[in-house]
């Protein structure tokens, strides 16, 4: 079995940071993508950015230069830094992997997710 467990989410001020973790742990052959979703209040899911294992990385047009994904494959490990954070940004932010775990075939698992408001 894999988990996927998340941290680093709260409450910030816009023009403020964060930055979330999402650790993966079980039974890991190993992991391809990996991948930061959102889900704001009365809207659709939304992919935030995606992360191959060798570091190619894509991010949806609203996070541009303002958020960075990056992962440590050692550590089984995603990151999401987030800058210059605006109210829009407020959602409960979800990790996906693509794991191929020990003796199964690849699939997909989602982490339980952590909130992000940003208000004054």
């Known amino acids: 079995q894999v988990q996927l467990v998340e941290s680093g989410g709260g409450l910030v001020q816009p023009g403020g940071s964060l930055r979330l973790s999402c650790a993966a742990s079980?039974?890991?052959?190993?992991?391809?993508?990996m991948y930061w979703y959102r889900r704001a209040p009365g809207k659709a899911r939304e992919l935030v950015a995606a992360i191959t294992r060798g570091g190619s990385t894509n991010y949806v047009d609203s996070v541009k230069g303002r958020f960075t994904i990056s992962r440590d494959n050692a550590k089984n490990t995603v990151y999401l830094q987030m800058n210059s954070l605006k109210p829009e940004d407020t959602a409960v932010y979800y990790c996906k992997a693509t794991v191929i775990a020990i003796s199964e075939a690849s699939a997909d698992y989602w982490g339980q997710g952590t909130q992000v408001t940003v208000s004054s």
């Open positions: 079980g039974s890991i052959f190993s992991i391809n993508a």
